[in-house]
């Protein structure tokens, strides 16, 4: 479970669909590839002459920033789109 959605257990979200939810079991469901692509990445290393592995290396780096960063960003804007949807429900009450 990715932590925007361990931050968001027990909390009830607004739509019955729960779409912040589908987005983190949707970005979850892609870290088993991205594992795997670090266990052959270092797989191929070990193998590899010194200047390849370094390319290997930077380029497996470059993808894991933008894991990184995409996790980090669904991670705020849901964390903002729940902070609407909490502002919505004070309109929906009156």
Same mark, same amino acid.
């Given at each position: 479970m990715?932590?925007?959605c361990i931050a968001n257990?027990? !909390?009830r979200h607004y739509f019955s669909s729960t779409p912040p939810q589908v987005v983190c079991e949707t970005l979850e469901a892609q870290k088993p590839k991205v594992d795997k692509l670090a266990e052959e990445t270092k797989a191929l290393e070990k193998h590899a002459? !010194?200047?390849i592995r +370094?390319?290997?290396t930077q380029e497996f780096k470059h993808v894991q920033g933008h894991w990184d960063k #995409? +996790? #980090?960003k669904i991670s705020k804007d849901i964390k903002l789109l729940e902070e609407i949807t909490s502002k919505l429900?004070?309109?929906e009450v009156k």
């Open positions: 990715c932590t925007c257990t027990g !909390s002459a !010194s200047d +370094k390319v290997y #995409l +996790k #980090l429900r004070i309109f």
